[in-house]
């Protein structure tokens, strides 16, 4: 089982900054099988990247992904106030599936 | 649009059966693989099942291994999970999801609104 290690826990803060999230797997990933999910309490999750770098359908552009391997990263460039919600990545090449623990991005 | 429906949630005790239903509308149901995805309350996301379109293949996670069944029904568009010998641990929400596309890999692009199941006596 590919285990994927998210950091930080919990990221602090404002509208307009720059959020960098990271997601380690313990094993190489086969084609960058990366994606990135948003997830909002009450809410469905929501697909942001997939292939380590393609963002889905009507994502905005200030969500871009990076990284192949081991080692990705979640840029969001400048945050807007929708934004603030938990993070996850995802590796979908082999089975089982596996989510990282999230990270958290909070107002500060 | 693509719609995904959860439902048959509830509270059950522990060692009791529950059976989910996930009604898709808005593609064509029979092309895609789907999955089962859950959230523990205050936890993180947890893959539970897949299935392919044709039913051909179907995986599980080690945690709910030999006590959940998932199965289609091409036909009605819809989706199933029957969770037997349900565990305290076993609470959660419970997400259907279909991929992107109608590769074999492929990410979750659309999800449904989540059923809960709270095993508790």
């Known amino acids: 089982e590919i285990v994927l290690t998210q950091s930080p826990g919990t990221l602090s803060l404002s509208p307009g900054e720059r959020a960098t999230l990271s997601c380690r797997a313990s094993q190489s990933l086969s084609s960058s099988y990366l994606a990135w999910y948003q997830h909002k309490p009450g809410q469905a999750p929501r697909l942001l990247i997939y292939g380590a770098s393609s963002r889905a359908t009507d994502i905005p552009d200030r969500f871009s992904g990076s990284g192949s391997g081991t080692d990705f990263t979640l840029t969001i460039s400048r945050l807007e106030p929708e934004d603030f919600a938990v993070f996850y990545c995802?590796?979908?090449?082999?089975?089982?599936?596996?989510f990282g623990g999230g990270t958290k991005v909070e107002i500060k | 649009e693509v719609q995904l429906v959860e439902s048959g949630g509830g509270l059950v005790q522990p060692g009791g059966s529950l059976r989910l239903s996930c009604a898709a509308s808005?593609?064509?149901?029979?092309?895609?693989?789907m999955n089962w995805v859950r959230q523990v309350p205050g936890k993180g996301l947890e893959w539970v099942s897949y299935?392919?379109?044709?039913?051909?293949?179907?995986y599980y996670a080690d945690s709910v291994k030999g006590r959940f069944t998932v199965s289609r029904d091409n036909a009605r568009n819809s989706l199933y999970l029957q969770m037997n010998s349900l565990r305290d641990e076993d609470t959660a929400v419970y997400y259907c999801?279909?991929?992107?596309?109608?590769?074999?890999?492929?990410?979750?692009?659309?999800w449904g609104q989540g059923t809960l199941v709270t095993v508790s006596s």
């Open positions: 808005g593609f064509t149901f029979s092309s895609y693989n």
């Open positions: 995802q590796q979908y090449g082999s089975s089982p599936l596996t």
């Open positions: 299935i392919s379109s044709s039913s051909s293949s179907i």
């Open positions: 999801a279909r991929g992107y596309s109608t590769s074999s890999v492929s990410p979750l692009r659309y």
